[in-house]
């Protein structure tokens, strides 16, 4: 699979290159069209997220910046500036044609179809 697909058209505003790199959590689910990756990306929003298909391996990068409101002073700090960014090997069933994305509040979730070929479909029984 040698084919390169962007989810996301703008490439995200870089961050420095030194700005920690954090791995985001993710969940993966499969159902019979299509697997499906949510991945939490806090502070990051459509158009600091970027998400690639190439050479069998979905990328997914985020970039956040940790705002921090006018007339507040900072108590603690969990979140901070920085990137995101993690690759999955994708099997060989997927259409990397047909893969789409949407962040919202932070959360990217990435719809990877299945092929056709390889959906199970049920076989008629006759006596």
């Given at each position: ?14 961050t420095?290159?030194?700005?920690p ?22 502070g990051?929003?459509?158009k ?25 002073e ?10 995101y ?25 990435v ?17």
């Open positions: 699979m040698s084919e390169t697909k962007a989810i996301q058209k703008e490439p995200p505003a870089q420095p290159q030194s700005e790199v954090y791995i985001p959590r993710v969940d993966i689910r499969e159902d019979a069209n299509q697997f499906t990756v949510v991945a939490d990306l806090p990051s929003d459509d600091s997220v970027e998400a690639t298909v190439q050479n069998g391996v979905l990328t997914i990068e985020g970039w956040s910046q940790a705002d921090k409101p006018q007339g507040y900072l108590l603690g700090q969990e979140f901070g500036r920085g990137r960014r993690r690759d999955f090997a994708l099997p060989d069933q997927i259409d990397p044609e047909r893969i789409h994305a949407r962040v919202k509040n932070g959360v990217l979730t719809a990877i179809p299945k092929k056709e070929e390889v959906k199970a479909r049920k076989i008629q029984i006759n006596s």
